[in-house]
């Protein structure tokens, strides 16, 4: 494929930056990293080779009582509840600023871990964890309720308390950015809290925890425990003494953590999950920045993330135009090394998931979908793919209906705006969309006909703190970011006393 770069070049661990020294591999509990209880540890590997970086300590139930019981008395007897928000506040911007001072290193652990691209990760990830921080910690001192003027002699007043002890279950393919998209609201709140970072990206939160300890986070407030889904994970989910669990993954495993929320003492649940979503491209959109947005959509960290485009449909005018410009440009797209500045597409991040997405390839083949480019391997180590274009699909088809994970679109041709509109939301999903118009009309048509938790109008994956992101349908409940990102990990409670002999109500 023109323009890759060859993925057995990605072992040459000094061709592009100094790889980082692992520091930290334990579990850290209370303030303190420590072992595991059964003193077991797991590898994690590097996806650019297949290697092992390093081995980190596995925890498991006993290990998140542990953390749990940590969380528990910080929160019940502890002073981080009970600062003042300007206290907690200035703790958080301290904790911004000492990531600053390690993104670089921060930024390598996130590519040698998770196949993340190293340029973009210290010029956007990493700084922009630091902004999620400072959003939340502006807000730390301004959690008000509200006075209410009841219809009798009585007055009432509404307090916005933090929930208690939160477990945060982080994915794997955004380690930095999703981790502080929960921790850093949940801070600001008031709360306590146990991790779990994914297994197979651990390597990055616990460098945060240290870093937290540093800023002045009292001991217990932040846990990590890292460790397995099935075990670690199960554990939070289960655990009769955690009050919410905050969980970012799969639509499968979001209905266990519900099911274990139900089960143990119906904790409150926010989930984000899966997504299949449509970008619709009109006939009057400029076909080269559609081209661009549909590439980005679905290559963008390597197709995996949740909110990709991976279904793009086209309007009929204009088809045989773009089809010819995503091939060209698909072409250019550079595949290989990602600490290697020229490219732009890393490794899937390990090899269940690059089997996984080499599957469906052949679903799409099998099921009678046209491959337009793409559609192997590419280099003899890792886990690199070509970028992936089938054209000639149908809604039913496995690669149309199924979250595949990876840099695989679904190119699908629409003739009217009713008939795009009802084929998108022809989904169990309901997390983002695209829409490719210079219509006003037409774009405020679609983006509030299509069932989405997020709809862009010519752009896409533009993101803020200010913007709560979250779906609908399978795709879960809750958001992350904005003040609603803030108020899941606060309850309101009511307050009501009599008023005697007063002039008014």
């Known amino acids: 494929m023109g323009g890759q770069s060859n993925g057995s070049s990605t072992c040459s661990e000094e061709s592009f930056v100094k790889m980082p020294t692992i520091k930290f591999t334990k579990l850290f509990i209370n303030g303190e990293f420590i072992d595991s209880v059964s003193g077991k540890t797991f590898e994690t590997i590097d996806p650019r080779t297949g ?9 498991d139930k006993e290990d998140v009582d542990l953390a749990v019981k940590a969380a528990r008395a910080a929160f019940d007897h502890g002073p981080w509840p009970r600062l003042p928000g300007a206290e907690r506040g200035a703790i958080m911007l301290k904790f911004a600023d000492l990531i600053d001072e390690h993104t670089e290193e921060l930024a390598k652990l996130d590519t040698v871990d998770a196949g993340k691209l ?6 956007v990830d990493i700084p922009q964890v630091a902004q999620t ?12 309720g509200e006075v209410l003027k009841m219809s009798r002699e009585l007055q009432a007043y509404t307090l916005l308390e933090p929930v208690g002890v939160v477990g945060h279950i982080i994915p794997w393919n955004f380690p930095s950015t999703l981790l502080f998209a929960k921790i850093a609201p949940s801070l ?27 800023a ?13 889904g099935e075990t670690a994970g199960a554990a939070i989910t289960h655990h009769m003494d955690i009050d919410k669990v905050s969980f970012t993954g799969s639509s499968e495993v979001g209905r266990e953590v519900m099911q274990a929320a139900a089960k143990s ?5 926010s989930l984000e999950l899966g997504g299949k979503s449509p970008l619709l491209i009109f006939d009057d959109a400029d076909v080269d920045m559609a081209a661009d947005l549909a590439l980005l959509g679905i290559l963008f960290n390597k197709g995996e993330i949740c909110m990709a485009s991976s279904r793009v449909f086209v309007q009929e005018g204009i088809y045989d135009e773009l089809v010819k410009k995503l091939t060209e440009k698909a072409k250019d797209w550079v595949v290989g090394d990602p600490f290697d500045p020229n490219v732009r597409q890393g490794p899937q991040v390990d090899k269940t998931q690059y089997e996984k997405i080499l599957t469906y390839i052949e679903h799409g083949k099998r099921q009678g979908a046209t491959l337009l480019t793409g559609g192997k391997p590419v280099g003899k180590k890792g886990y690199f793919i070509e970028p992936t274009v089938f054209t000639d699909v149908k809604d039913d088809m496995l690669i149309a209906t199924d979250e595949i994970f990876g840099p695989v679109m679904s190119l699908m041709k629409f003739k009217t705006i009713e008939e795009g509109i009802e084929r998108a939301n022809k989904t169990k999903y309901g997390l983002a969309a695209g829409i490719v118009t210079k219509n ?13 938790g997020t709809i862009w109008i010519n752009c896409y994956f533009a993101f803020g703190n200010d913007v709560p992101v979250g779906g609908c349908k399978m795709s879960g409940f809750g958001k992350d970011f904005g003040m609603q990102g803030l108020h899941k990990y606060l309850h309101t409670k009511s307050v009501v006393t009599p008023i005697y002999n007063s002039p008014w109500l």
Not at 265 to 269: A, C, H, R, S, T
């Open 51 to 59: 290697e092992v970086i390093t081995r980190v300590a596995e925890g």
């Open 118 to 123: 190293f340029s973009f990760g210290k010029a």
């Open 133 to 144: 921080l400072r959003y939340y910690a502006g807000a730390a001192d301004k959690i008000h």
């Open 188 to 214: 600001a709140a008031g709360c306590t809290m146990v991790v779990k970072p994914a297994e197979q990206s651990p390597l990055s939160a616990l460098y945060y925890a240290d870093l937290a300890k540093l």
């Open 216 to 228: 002045g986070v009292p001991d217990g407030v932040l846990n990590v425990i890292t460790g397995y």
């Open 265 to 269: 003492n119906l904790k409150e649940v």
């Open 440 to 452: 006003i009309n037409v774009a405020n048509t679609v983006s509030r006909s299509i069932r989405a």
